[in-house]
C-alpha cells in the first residue's frame, strides 16, 4: 500500500497555501489516489460544514465517514475496529500541539503517519471511520 507524506505543515494560522495538509495525505493513503487528487479541508473553520462536504465528495468513491469523539469522560472503545480509518490526535512535532491525523489499521495500530518529521504521536482525539453507502454491493462482490 503507497503511503503518502503531507508536503505542507503551517498551523491553522499561517497563510491557506502553507497550512498543513495531513489529512489529505491520510485520505491519499487510504483512498490510493494521488495527494493532488484527494479531498483537501485546508481553509475549512466549520467542523460542521466541513465533515458534510467531505462526505459530499466521497460520494464518488461509494464511501462516507463517520466522526467518533474520544474523551476522558465517555472513552471511545475501539477494540473490534477493522480495517483502515483516521485517528485524530495531539500533535508532538507541529503546530504548538495542534490536531494532526495519522492512518490507524485495526484498533490503535499506527500504520502512517503522513508527517515524515513524527517520531511519535500525541493524545487521541477520535477517529474517522468509513463506511459503505451500499454494503450489498460489497457482499455481492464476495461471494461471486
Not at 490510493?32 to 479541508?41: H, T
Not at 466521497?58 to 485517528?87: H, R
Request: glycine share 8%; with cysteine.
Amino acid at each position: 500500500m503507497l503511503k503518502y507524506y503531507q508536503d505542507r505543515f503551517g498551523g491553522k494560522d499561517a497563510p491557506i497555501e502553507e497550512q498543513g495538509n495531513c489529512f489529505q495525505a491520510c485520505v491519499a493513503t487510504i483512498l490510493q489516489i494521488p495527494l493532488e487528487e484527494a479531498y483537501s479541508c485546508v481553509g475549512i473553520q466549520d467542523e460542521g460544514d466541513w465533515l458534510d462536504d467531505f462526505n459530499k465528495w466521497l460520494e464518488q468513491y461509494g464511501i462516507s465517514v463517520v466522526y467518533f469523539f474520544n474523551s476522558k469522560e465517555n472513552p471511545l472503545k475501539m477494540t473490534e475496529l477493522k480495517g483502515y480509518c483516521i485517528a485524530e490526535l495531539m500533535s508532538t512535532t507541529l503546530y504548538q500541539g495542534e490536531r494532526h491525523v495519522v492512518v490507524m489499521h485495526g484498533h490503535y495500530e499506527l500504520f502512517h503517519d503522513p508527517n515524515p518529521h513524527a517520531k511519535e504521536q500525541g493524545e487521541f482525539q477520535g477517529v474517522y471511520v468509513f463506511i459503505p453507502l451500499e454494503p450489498y454491493k460489497l457482499v455481492r462482490i464476495n461471494h461471486h
